[in-house]
């Protein structure tokens, strides 16, 4: 009888354990991000994001999404990543932010327009694939619908 409750209890302490250890942070770094109900219009009209009328312009949007959205022109179709970095999301200088010669898309941010800080040294293209890791993982994408000069953003 003894020997069944220290399986018994043996068997309860193994499953514990592997509960906890999958709710925690992977090794590497590479979290989900948290997940956001995404659904937004946009007029690319508006002054503040006519730049997305631009191949290889891009403009961020903070009213939607985990931590906003990066828009992007990318060869004439407009996208629409989560701006939080799929390295550790959750960190809060895990922010995706895009380059000023607007070629790629950094984890940090500027400083005063100048300076830029990187978080993860994470890079991606512009079609929100890594180019430079820690990162193993692409930008999140959500979905873009344009009629005419509005953007629909959904996930």
Excluded: W
Excluded at 50 to 64: D, F, H, M, P, R
Excluded at 100 to 127: E, I, M, P, Q, W
Excluded at 132 to 142: D, E, T
């Amino acid at each position: 009888m003894r020997q069944y409750k220290l399986f018994y209890l043996f068997t309860i302490l193994v499953l514990f354990l592997t509960i906890i250890s999958s709710c925690s942070k992977t090794p590497d770094g590479n979290n989900a991000i948290p997940y956001v109900s995404v659904n937004t219009q946009l007029s690319i009209n508006d002054p503040q994001y006519t730049k997305l009328q631009y191949n290889n312009q891009s403009v961020i949007y903070e009213g939607a999404g985990y931590k906003g959205i990066v828009l992007i022109n990318y060869a004439g179709t407009i996208r629409a990543f989560e701006r939080a970095c799929p390295y550790n999301p959750t960190d809060a200088c895990a922010t995706l932010t895009p380059e000023k010669g607007g070629l790629r898309v950094r984890c940090g941010s500027y400083s005063h327009d100048t300076t830029f800080a990187a978080c993860c040294n994470s890079k991606f293209s512009l079609d929100g694939n890594v180019l430079q890791g820690p990162s193993r993982y692409p930008m999140r994408q959500y979905n873009v619908i344009q009629n005419g000069g509005i953007l629909t953003i959904t996930n």
